[in-house]
């Protein structure tokens, strides 16, 4: 790491990274300066400037204002800037864009194995203009800063190639992104969720209506539009994604709470990267962090598809009357079913399943056969299908609500 400082003039000096025997002479510093930080491949123990610029560095440019002399702080390797007026760490997220953090070499070898080296803008911006391709602002502003891995890059710039809705929606969603970028097989495992989850749904529905199957079609496709929103919600929570740049945050208590759900891993078994590590207790406050999420999102589906359903059933008696109609189920309560159940059992259950998807993943046979690890995921979100359709009716039944 070499600093200039161009309003030191005649004393312009070019300080090593020996830290923390850094000193300087606060009287060659002026209030303000403006100083270019040059920054190489990051290393445990930091040596000249001579061997941080060989072939294996790769620098990330920045101009930043300060006021103070302390004007870093050492985490890790070096990728915490402190005292910065309008600085960007940039690059913290569930999967490191840039490759910061980490906990020594081996790491660093293990990350660069499996995303690839970093690029600088240079590489970033030639890579993708030979394409024709505009990064979107945040991975630029990413690639300003530190960089973005190859792997990631690359995948990006194909899936938003892909043709019709898909590839726009790489490109206009960052959400959907940045998933993707995480782990290629997200919407394999939404679709599979949503065509297990409705053909299930449809046979029952059959089964339970019968002959009046059609006469009551209103009613199932209320409940299956219902249905695929909560299963892209039930994966779409708890799947990794990777977070490009440092999101603006609140401040005050509400932006303390933000930072502390924003560190959290996106599910309980989520698996740890270089630079990306995760206590026991943040494992267990995704539990329930998560749990708060589902119940939210099934109290609303609850209020949503019930409220269609009753209002549907209440106009059809309205015109014709029938001694077997069964009553109209209560509102809030069978919203407030939804939430409860898929906060405590469709939460536990699915945690378990991205977990378990996470071992089969990374096993050997599944890195050489990617096929095993898709159908093991078919196979077991058929069970969890299956087995939580009757603990639903179970508990609607206990509480009353059929």
Aim: proline share 6%; net charge neutral; aromatic share 10%.
């Amino acid at each position: 790491m070499a600093f200039s400082c161009p309003s030191f003039g005649a004393r312009e000096s070019l300080l090593s990274t020996a830290f923390p025997d850094l000193r300087t002479d606060s009287s060659d510093i002026l209030p303000k300066i403006r100083i270019e930080i040059r920054c190489f491949a990051p290393q445990r123990n930091p040596r000249s400037l001579s061997s941080a610029s060989s072939p294996k560095g790769t620098s990330f440019p920045a101009s930043h204002a300060v006021e103070r002399r302390d004007l870093f702080a050492e985490k890790g390797k070096w990728m915490t800037f402190v005292e910065m007026e309008g600085g960007n760490g940039g690059g913290d997220g569930k999967l490191p864009p840039g490759g910061g953090g980490g906990e020594g070499d081996v790491g660093d070898d293990r990350e660069e194995e499996e995303f690839g080296p970093v690029m600088n803008f240079e590489e970033v911006m030639k890579e993708t203009e030979s394409r024709g391709v505009r990064l979107p602002a945040d991975m630029l502003e990413a690639a300003k800063s530190i960089g973005i891995r190859r792997v990631l890059l690359f995948r990006y710039l194909d899936l938003q190639a892909l043709p019709g809705l898909l590839g726009a929606a790489i490109r206009s969603f960052s959400m959907l992104r940045n998933r993707m970028l995480a782990d290629p097989t997200f919407l394999f495992k939404v679709g599979t969720e949503i065509v297990i989850d409705s053909c299930c749904a449809t046979f029952a529905e059959v089964q339970k209506r019968g002959k009046d199957f059609w006469a009551e079609f209103e009613l199932y496709a209320a409940d299956l539009l219902v249905g695929v929103v909560v299963d892209i919600a039930l994966v779409g929570l708890l799947a990794p994604y990777v977070r490009f740049g440092r999101p603006s945050m609140p401040t005050g208590f509400l932006g303390g709470i933000t930072r502390v759900c924003g560190a959290l891993p996106s599910s309980v078994f989520e698996a740890e990267r270089p630079g990306c590590k995760f206590t026991l207790q943040q494992r267990i406050g995704t539990y329930f962090y998560k749990g708060v999420l589902y119940g939210s999102v099934g109290f609303v589906c609850g209020i949503v598809g019930q409220g269609i359903a009753n209002t549907i059933m209440t106009a059809k008696r309205s015109m014709k009357k029938s001694e077997e109609d069964i009553p109209v189920p209560p509102l809030v309560k069978s919203a407030a079913l939804w939430g409860v159940f898929l906060a405590v059992s469709s939460n536990t259950r699915y945690q378990i399943i991205n977990g378990l998807e996470r071992v089969v993943e990374g096993s050997p046979l599944a890195r050489r056969l990617p096929p095993v690890a898709m159908a093991f995921t078919v196979g077991v979100r058929f069970a969890n299908n299956i087995y939580g359709g009757m603990q639903f009716v179970d508990w609607a039944r206990w509480s009353g609500v059929q």
